[in-house]
């Protein structure tokens, strides 16, 4: 797995924002229910190991920060080993009554005392110094903060905050421990998230509010023209399309992006970063990626993607966002709001340029988008060289290449190539076709490569492509806005009061 990386997407790109959303006109609403050629020459002999020294120092010291030694955890009268390291830290806490209800005894931290931490949790210094100092119902991050002001993993970690060496080998190897130690199974245990995870929780919760505010609403009803571009390889791999602004992100992905883009179906997971406040957006409902393993370290967490309308994401002309597909390779992708026109209800592939990547990177030195661009710079070069056919030959043989999911026999892999009328096809009937079924399970892909889908749309209108809200008095149809609920309300209406007395006798 490639190491999480940060400056990858923000390169090349001018923000023409300041500031994160603000989030308190909507806080309180109410929410309904609704990714060279001088290698050739490498000689072991060249090889330097200088840094070697220097990682094994910073592994070691990862180790003693998550295992320290028994005179580091000494414990004092009678308090617990979580209340002595918010002692040393100067962090106030408060501590809840022993009860019959309650025999934890949490420590509440922040300024409003609503982040709970167990008394025996030794991971108190792995945690973002954010969850202790700033209340997540009024917090804004500060763009200024981030490179490029593309505000990361839900502003919980700025830059300045983190310690030196911090986004490297410690950094990786601390959040790995800190999904998989011990204080975690003890959270687990108690059907409590981790702090950190309350923290953002409550930060999703405010996302929700104003993802289901009368702005976003209305700024649904339009089509959005978006350009995708793979991050630093922007003049070589991008595409153009016209799309509905209201259309869900779970479909966006599954029905246009893996289509256009020429990425396999139902094959990797996949998160939508918003770099005005760092929410990330995926499949949260769907674990069946098997790549989602990587969300605790690469995002913390991810709010769900189902419902969420595009027009969440991208809001004004020149708006940006990110899309990062497999999120073990880290195919980072940049989504541009280039046009704002009348609704239409058709997904349109306008234009485009190169080649997909090769699922996996097959044939690729290294993996993500990185890689890739230093394969492309390599081949324009000489692709007559070696090395260069051979690597085609091996990205030829990538799942999206040899087998495509539409069923074609095996297509080539040619890197500065874009085929239009093809990935129309591809489009075309992925969006005449279902769409992936959320499910729970360790693969998307079910025994003899089949995968659940769905035809469900709005009962209303039929629309598939945006999100569904599901009737609240029976639970079982389900529309696409407002007005199509009320236009069917007169046929529904019947059907409704029967199951809801149904409803109402269990």
């Not at 940060?6 to 994160?20: A, C, D, L, Y």
């Not at 094959?267 to 918003?274: M, N, P, R, S």
């Not at 889908?453 to 209108?461: I, L, S, Y």
Request: net charge neutral; with cysteine; aromatic share 8%.
């Amino acid at each position: 797995m490639q190491l999480p990386y940060s400056k990858v997407v923000g390169r090349r790109r001018q923000s023409t924002m300041s500031r994160g959303i603000d989030y308190s006109k909507w806080d309180n609403l109410s929410v309904s229910d609704s990714e060279d050629s001088s290698v050739d020459d490498y000689q072991e002999e060249n090889c330097d190991h200088s840094g070697d020294d220097a990682q094994l120092k910073m592994f070691s010291s990862a180790l003693q920060s998550q295992f320290p030694r028994p005179n580091d955890t000494a414990s004092s009268g009678d308090h617990s080993p979580a209340e002595i390291a918010l002692l040393k830290k100067g962090i106030s806490y408060e501590k809840e009554q022993v009860s019959d209800d309650n025999d934890v005894g949490w420590l509440l931290v922040g300024p409003s005392k609503n982040i709970k931490i167990h008394p025996n949790d030794k991971s108190i210094h792995m945690y973002s110094s954010i969850i202790y100092t700033e209340d997540p119902n009024t917090y804004v991050p500060d763009r200024s903060d981030y490179e490029d002001e593309h505000v990361a993993k839900w502003g919980i970690e700025p830059p300045s905050l983190q310690e030196e060496g911090g986004d490297g080998i410690e950094s990786f190897i601390a959040r790995m421990m800190l999904s998989s130690n011990s204080d975690a199974r003890e959270y687990a245990r108690l059907n409590v998230e981790n702090p950190e995870s309350q923290f953002i929780d409550i930060l999703i919760g405010r996302r929700s509010q104003y993802n289901n505010s009368d702005e976003i609403t209305a700024a649904m009803k339009f089509t959005y023209v978006v350009r995708i571009e793979l991050c630093l390889c922007e003049k070589d791999v991008w595409r153009r399309v016209r799309v509905p602004s209201g259309i869900s992100l779970s479909v966006f992905h599954d029905q246009v992006i893996c289509p256009v883009m020429g990425w396999s179906r139902g094959y990797h997971g996949y998160a939508f970063e918003d770099p005005r406040d760092g929410t990330v957006i995926g499949p949260a409902k769907n674990s069946a990626y098997i790549d989602t393993m990587h969300v605790p370290m690469l995002y913390k967490k991810v709010m769900d993607d189902k419902g969420c309308p595009l027009a969440a994401l991208l809001l004004k002309k020149g708006d940006v966002a990110y899309y990062n597909y497999d999120l073990g390779d880290n195919w980072m992708h940049r989504l541009v709001l280039e046009d704002i026109v009348a609704e239409e209800a058709s997904v349109t592939l306008m234009a485009g340029g190169g080649a997909c990547p090769p699922e996996d990177s097959n044939g690729l030195d290294s993996k993500g988008s990185g890689s890739y661009a230093d394969f492309l710079e390599a081949y324009k070069s000489n692709p007559k060289k070696q090395k260069m056919k051979e690597a085609v030959k091996e990205a030829s043989r990538a799942v999206n290449y040899s087998q495509p999911w539409i069923g074609c026999a095996p297509i080539p892999f040619k890197p500065l190539d874009f085929n239009i009328e093809y990935h129309r096809m591809l489009l075309s009937a992925m969006l005449s076709g279902p769409s992936i079924k959320t499910q729970r399970g360790n693969f998307v892909m079910m025994p003899g490569g089949k995968y659940k889908e769905t035809m469900k749309g709005c009962d209303n209108c039929g629309n598939r492509l945006k999100p569904l809200s599901k009737c609240t008095g029976c639970r079982k149809a389900s529309y696409c806005s407002r007005e199509c609920q009320v236009q069917a309300w007169k046929m529904h209406k019947p059907e409704c009061k029967k199951h809801s007395a149904k409803k109402k006798k269990k």
